[in-house]
């Protein structure tokens, strides 16, 4: 048995290759118990490693290869090993790695000996593993500098008293590419035998596979600047550092059976556990002022306790609520005395929930809150009008909810720093998001943006049904912005708040240019082979190389564009840079080295992040809150101020009417450059009154999907009345597969060489099958072939399936000026099914192009359109009937776009589709969650596309209304999997 240790990925930015994952899975195909990660420098990847193995029932040994500065020569530094063999242990290498960047801005990170002495101080028991490194480490540099047995000896005791005698190993490598490696091995197994120091047998992993070897070369040449050509540059071609098989480290360390023995005791040796998904908020302290009012209210009410029954409550508890309950005097001019203030705020010491939270329905909630009112409680709300008691008792529901969920201090660390910022001169918006659906939020301050009118809803923010951090966005005047944080530092201390690092990725584009500069390809003729890569967001390589032709082409017929893509399609994903979040600051109950490690960004030596990136530290359940700096906010703040210095008026922004005539005309006229939100060319459009389909192709150039329904919602009987044979076009390709060998046997048939040029008269005729069906062209694109033809390609979604249409030379000039994407279009033709890259193709012999306008106006005529659709935008689509219908002069008008069906069509089918019984579809219907935002389904629609088709349909159900996505899939586990990790 044995197990790698030391290992590198693609966080050793531009060194190495795998991401956490692969090695995993590496593993765990190998039967290893355990993997090592340890990145240069840095624990970037360290949580998905143990979250990784965690999934995948191997051990996760979490560490670091840490540069110590020479004992021998400080200007030289050494490579260490370091592995955790607990949680505690972990926290320790955080610390280092967190000095050696901090204390290194700009240059190499690295520690000092006494650095690690230091740390040893605080903690005897370092519970650290170290090894003395590769060839660059500070044992072998005194092995090559010429030292004695004894010298040498000495210096391994100063790592053994250090990390313990049981904890220091010697690293063994054979790796015949470096110069005097092998030597140096040699000479630490007679070390190891003299004073009977235990050696461990490692690889030091760059890439798994050995055919990767020259992937790593070119982001190697990538990170040193160099072209791959170019003979001095620094490389490892040379040498294998790939994942090693047991088989393959037995046949180098097969002599020293003990050095594989001592990866897999080191193995034993490690224990961590990490408590992931719990939610980690700091201790709020109240302000001085406010503690002297909450412990006036404790002597207010502490006859209360036992005569009434009333609770005491927390500290958290119970400011959140006197803040909310202060708010209405502020904010609706009640004048509600604080001796009233106090009554209000208190609860009747009753049980809580008797089920859990996440079983509970906001009505169920709302009803608990009414439980908590006293008989004097009661009484006072009669006393107000029925407008605030409403008011109160949408309060209170909001407050039982952010307390059971257990975000009190939460809400009043915001409500702190966001007052704090008013008090001090600086411009807050008023509200960004769903945080604004908050009544709460408005009273305590937190938003100025009163959800009553605008009937927003607080369940789209705290939706009791599904327990996560709350996520409230607050825009800052950019001049403002630090001063806000350094606040927060000041307030939690400096140690427990940090922005966020981000890690740039190679995007496909960018990944094959820079494999094509490296290779030493001229940059013009990389960018001609990058832009035949779709623009579209999202892109994959994989996917660029079946959706576009010429890509395709480029790949298959020149060998040296292969050679690039290939290697693009291996680094594509990976860690390019490291960057700084735009807002997110994380503020933490405990110093942040309990953690994360921390660093300077790069070209920047003051600001601190965090070395995991968002989902890690949400993960461990770390408070994440999103400070945006916001140019506007200062311009309005100038504004006020020049005002106010030419004029003499105090303009309150929050005051002005937001009705005045003047302003609507501008934003009527789109002449709103300049203001934040509408200033793109969209949102500067003349408003005007849309129809039906101007609207979702707006809805669908804004949002990139239709959410508020598919443009032929409510023709699917049309659509049906308008299709023949689509029987196969319905069925998953392993059905249609069994009936094509059914069908077409002699496809099947092995190939005899002798009979290539002879001719079969038992050859089977091809029979061609004539389908027709309706779709909604969603991409049209022209391509020209080998032999300067040009065909069409429409890409379509209809009701059970999406579909091709293939238009061939002779009929392209027919209807080239009639076709555009977002069309309706009636083909018939023959049906091509691709088992190899599984496609569904209509060969189109006839084609009828028209609007969703058009053949909405004619279902209506036949009767058969069903527009009682709700919608989830009911204002987007509130549209009247004339809107929805062309009209008959536009049509004349456009004779040569649109195509008018013949008035006898449904008859002339009406036989043809009774005979079309079609098969039996599943549904599996997906809730999609408040919480779900719009890059959500952008990967949820990602994922559905690449999975097996099958006879599964998906619905979504967006609060409460059903769409239908138009895939099907053949199995639901990878799907519920998905759905768990995205949404729980």
Known sequence: MFVHLHNHSHYSILEGLPKPKDYVEKAKELGMPAVALTDTSNIHGCHELYKEAYYAGIKAILGTEIFVISSLDSSVSHKLVLLAKSLKGYQNIISLTSKASLDNPGRQAKIDFSDIIELKKNSPDLEIICLSGPISGEIPFYILSGKTEEQIFEKIKEYQEIFGKEN????????????????????????????????????????????????????????????????????????????????????????????????????????????????????????????????????????????????????????????????????????????????????????????????????????????????????????????????????????????????????????????????????????????????????????????????????????????????????????????????????????????????????????????????????????????????????????????????????????????????????????????????????????????????????????????????????????????????????????????????????DILKIDLNERQVLDIFCAGDTTGVFQFESDGMRIETKEYSYEEKLLKEKEILGIFVSGHPLDGLKTYCAKRSRNTKKMKMNFEKLLEIDKKENPEKYLPENPSQENSENPAKKEFKEEIVQTVGYITDYRKVVTKTGKTMGFLKCEGFDFDFEVVIFPKDIEKYAEKLDSNLVVIVTGGLDINFEYKRKSIRAKELKITSISMIREQARDLGIFDGSRRFINNELNAIKDEDESIGEEKIKNNSEKYSVLPENFDEKLEKEISENKGIEIQEFIVNIPPIAKKEDLFDFKDFLQKQEIGEIKIILDLRGQKKDTNISIKNLGNLKNWIGEKWG
Not at 275 to 304: C, M, R, S, V, W
Not at 312 to 317: C, P, Q
Not at 450 to 468: G, Q
Not at 472 to 496: P, Q, S
């Open 168 to 651: 220091y190993f010697l690293e063994l490598l054979y790796h015949d590419d470096i110069p005097k490696q092998n030597f140096v091995t040699d000479e630490l197994i007679k070390i190891s035998k003299k004073y009977e120091i235990p050696v461990v047998a490692c690889n030091n992993c760059y890439y798994i596979e050995k055919q990767d070897k020259k992937t790593q070369d070119v982001i190697m040449a990538m990170g040193t600047g160099h072209e791959i050509e170019n003979p001095d540059r620094p490389t490892m071609m040379n040498g294998d550092y790939s994942f090693f098989t047991e088989e393959e480290m037995q046949a180098l360390f097969g002599f020293i059976p003990e050095a594989l023995e001592n990866t897999v005791k080191i193995a034993e040796m490690v224990d961590i556990k990490i408590e992931t998904g719990g939610i980690l908020i700091p201790t709020f302290e109240l302000p001085e002022e406010h503690q002297k009012i909450y412990e006036e209210a404790l002597e207010f009410e502490k006859n209360d306790y036992e005569k009434f029954g009333i609770k005491k409550l927390s500290s958290d508890e119970w400011y959140l609520r006197y803040l909310s309950f202060a708010g209405l005097n502020w904010r609706f001019d009640t004048n509600i005395s604080r001796e009233i203030i106090f009554k209000l705020v208190q609860k009747l010491d009753k049980p809580s929930l008797e089920k859990k939270l996440t079983e509970t329905s906001p009505e169920e909630l709302k009803a608990l809150s009414l439980t908590y009112y006293s008989d004097e409680k009661k009484e006072i709300l009669k006393s107000f009008s029925e407008d605030i008691q409403n008011k109160i008792e949408r309060l209170e529901y909001e407050l039982v909810v952010v307390h059971e969920m257990g975000f009190d201090a939460y809400f009043l660390i915001v409500a702190d720093y966001i007052n704090w910022a008013r008090n001090n001169g600086i411009p807050v918006g008023p509200g960004r998001g769903s945080a604004a659906g908050s009544l709460m939020a408005y009273l305590s301050g937190i938003t100025d943006i009163n959800p009553l009118p605008y009937k927003l809803l607080f369940e789209r923010f705290l939706n009791p049904a599904r327990v996560s951090m709350p996520d409230i966005d607050t825009d800052f005047a950019d001049t403002g912005r630090d001063k806000v944080v350094e606040y927060c530092r000041n307030k939690y201390g400096a140690d427990h708040v940090a922005q966020i690092c981000t890690f740039g990725t190679f995007a496909a584009r960018a990944a094959v240019k820079d494999v094509g500069r490296v290779m030493g390809i001229p940059f013009a003729e990389m960018n001609n082979l990058a832009k035949l890569i779709p623009e579209k967001p999202g892109t994959k390589l994989r996917g660029a190389l079946e959706d576009s032709i010429e890509f395709k082409e480029a790949y298959e017929t020149n060998p040296k564009y292969k050679e690039i893509i290939d290697n693009a399609l291996k680094i594509e994903g990976n860690v390019r840079q490291i960057g700084v979040h735009a807002c997110a600051v994380i503020i933490a109950p405990k110093p942040m080295t309990n953690f994360t490690a921390l660093q300077h960004p790069p070209k920047d030596a003051e600001s601190i992040v965090t070395q995991y990136s968002a989902y890690p530290l949400e993960d461990l359940g770390l408070l994440k809150m999103d400070f945006l700096g916001l140019r506007n906010l200062t311009i309005i703040k100038r504004a006020q101020e020049i005002i106010k210095n030419n004029k003499g008026v105090d303009v």
